[in-house]
């Protein structure tokens, strides 16, 4: 509802419509909706400057053993792809007091995993500094490195995961971070986009091909069995052939673990939408099946590495095809299936790989 041709639509299209708010008024639904009701009128609660960070609104979370924490919203980057910069506003963080409150407060009650969430973590706290927005620094936190160094700290928690991280804000204090905190699982999502310096340009994605290879280099180098995930996009105006073979040379070369692949899809309002350029979509079919092949090709070899060897596993449940059996998730997110008591939902155990099945990996629990 930012978007004001997205406004301007529902108004014209669905005039039964009572409430119309965005994503900088969501704290106001409650009341907008009670004068909905009582006043008998229509309600429009959008406003186009940048929204503030209102801390102690209800969450309600679906799991009792993993729970995401927002330690920022918005973002600055402005993806020549992405609505969000105009949506969300500008970056701003949350207090570390705050965060660290939350988690404890998670931890005490009997959350195991925490997944620290901003559209781009590694720059938490960066705006702050740089225009003298004050903050209060709390148990040595005043960026996403110390951050992280504290929440592993925390009691009760003994796992942490962060999404999304920018390679370009990718400093070596948080590399560091992530080798020497326990808790912090070494599978890093880290989004390529594209293979193609030309193509990430457009995308103002402010890396190169050899920037983000270095960088990877740098990571595994410094972090102990670390994995990598990653998010590419197909098809991206004015991307050729000869461009998108350098993202399957960056995927053979890095060798992820998971990778997320879209296909590219215009959105009003942003400037990707406005270039001349754009991929036929036949072409932009062909090449995302070309990248599932060679994502494919792999899994088998990446799945293998794990067969006979132990791994702690993170139990969060019965597995949704057989309630006889139990799903949990090793420190590099793969999903394994074993058989245990139900005792164990919530617990981390050690679960020796029999098997690997593409999608997902076979365990026993060894006496």
């Given at each position: 509802?930012?978007?004001?041709?997205?406004?301007?639509?529902?108004?014209?299209?669905?005039?039964?419509?009572?409430?119309?708010?965005g994503?900088?008024?969501?704290?106001?639904?409650?009341?907008?909706?009670?004068?909905?009701?009582?006043?008998?009128?229509k309600?429009?609660?959008?406003?186009?400057?940048?929204?503030?960070?209102?801390?102690?609104?209800?969450?309600?979370?679906?799991?009792?053993?993993?729970?995401?924490?927002s330690?920022?919203?918005?973002?600055n980057?402005?993806?020549?792809?992405?609505?969000?910069?105009?949506?969300?506003?500008?970056?701003?963080?949350?207090?570390?007091?705050?965060?660290?409150?939350?988690?404890?407060?998670?931890?005490?009650?009997?959350?195991?995993?925490?997944?620290?969430?901003?559209?781009?973590?590694?720059?938490?706290?960066?705006?702050?500094?740089?225009?003298?927005?004050?903050?209060?620094?709390?148990e040595?936190?005043?960026?996403?490195?110390?951050?992280?160094?504290?929440?592993?700290?925390?009691?009760?928690?003994?796992?942490?995961r962060?999404?999304?991280p920018?390679?370009?804000?990718?400093?070596?204090?948080?590399?560091?971070?992530?080798?020497?905190?326990?808790?912090?699982?070494?599978?890093?999502?880290?989004?390529?986009?594209?293979?193609?310096?030309?193509?990430?340009?457009?995308?103002?994605?402010?890396?190169?091909?050899?920037?983000?290879?270095?960088l990877?280099?740098?990571?595994?180098?410094?972090?102990?069995?670390?994995?990598?995930?990653?998010?590419?996009?197909?098809?991206?105006?004015?991307?050729?052939?000869?461009?998108?073979?350098?993202?399957?040379?960056?995927?053979?070369?890095?060798?992820?673990?998971?990778?997320?692949?879209?296909?590219?899809?215009?959105?009003?309002?942003?400037p990707?939408?406005?270039?001349?350029?754009?991929?036929?979509?036949?072409?932009k079919?062909?090449?995302?099946?070309?990248?599932?092949?060679?994502?494919?090709?792999?899994?088998?070899?990446?799945?293998n590495?794990y067969?006979?060897?132990?791994?702690?596993?993170?139990?969060?449940?019965?597995?949704?095809?057989?309630?006889?059996?139990?799903?949990?998730?090793?420190?590099?997110?793969?999903?394994?299936?074993f058989?245990?008591?139900?005792?164990?939902?919530?617990?981390?155990?050690?679960?020796?790989?029999?098997?690997?099945?593409?999608?997902?990996?076979?365990?026993?629990?060894?006496?």
């Open positions: 509802m930012q978007e004001k041709h997205i406004t301007d639509k529902i108004k014209t299209s669905y005039p039964f419509v009572d409430i119309l708010f994503t900088h008024t969501l704290f106001r639904f409650p009341e907008d909706l009670y004068k909905a009701i009582e006043e008998k009128r309600i429009e609660d959008i406003i186009d400057v940048d929204g503030e960070i209102y801390e102690n609104l209800p969450i309600k979370r679906d799991s009792k053993i993993q729970a995401s924490v330690i920022m919203n918005g973002c980057n402005f993806c020549t792809y992405c609505i969000v910069p105009y949506v969300r506003g500008r970056e701003r963080s949350r207090q570390p007091k705050d965060i660290i409150d939350e988690v404890k407060e998670l931890a005490k009650k009997g959350y195991k995993e925490i997944t620290l969430l901003g559209q781009n973590v590694n720059s938490y706290l960066r705006v702050e500094k740089e225009k003298n927005i004050p903050f209060e620094k709390y040595g936190v005043d960026s996403f490195a110390s951050l992280l160094k504290a929440v592993d700290k925390i009691d009760g928690i003994e796992r942490i962060f999404i999304s920018h390679p370009k804000d990718f400093t070596d204090d948080v590399i560091d971070a992530i080798a020497t905190c326990e808790k912090v699982c070494k599978l890093i999502h880290l989004p390529l986009q594209s293979g193609n310096t030309k193509v990430l340009k457009e995308m103002n994605r402010k890396y190169t091909k050899e920037q983000y290879l270095e990877v280099e740098k990571m595994k180098k410094k972090i102990p069995n670390l994995t990598l995930s990653t998010d590419i996009i197909v098809g991206f105006p004015g991307e050729t052939d000869e461009e998108f073979l350098d993202t399957l040379d960056v995927v053979e070369r890095v060798n992820f673990e998971q990778i997320y692949m879209f296909i590219y899809s215009r959105r009003k309002g942003t990707a939408d406005k270039m001349d350029n754009q991929v036929p979509e036949d072409i079919h062909i090449r995302f099946n070309k990248l599932k092949g060679l994502f494919e090709s792999r899994i088998e070899e990446n799945n590495k067969v006979g060897k132990m791994e702690k596993v993170l139990v969060e449940g019965e597995s949704k095809n057989n309630k006889d059996l139990l799903t949990g998730r090793t420190d590099s997110n793969k999903v394994v299936i058989e245990g008591d139900k005792s164990l939902i919530g617990k981390i155990i050690d679960v020796k790989i029999v098997s690997q099945h593409m999608w997902y990996l076979k365990g026993k629990i060894e006496n």
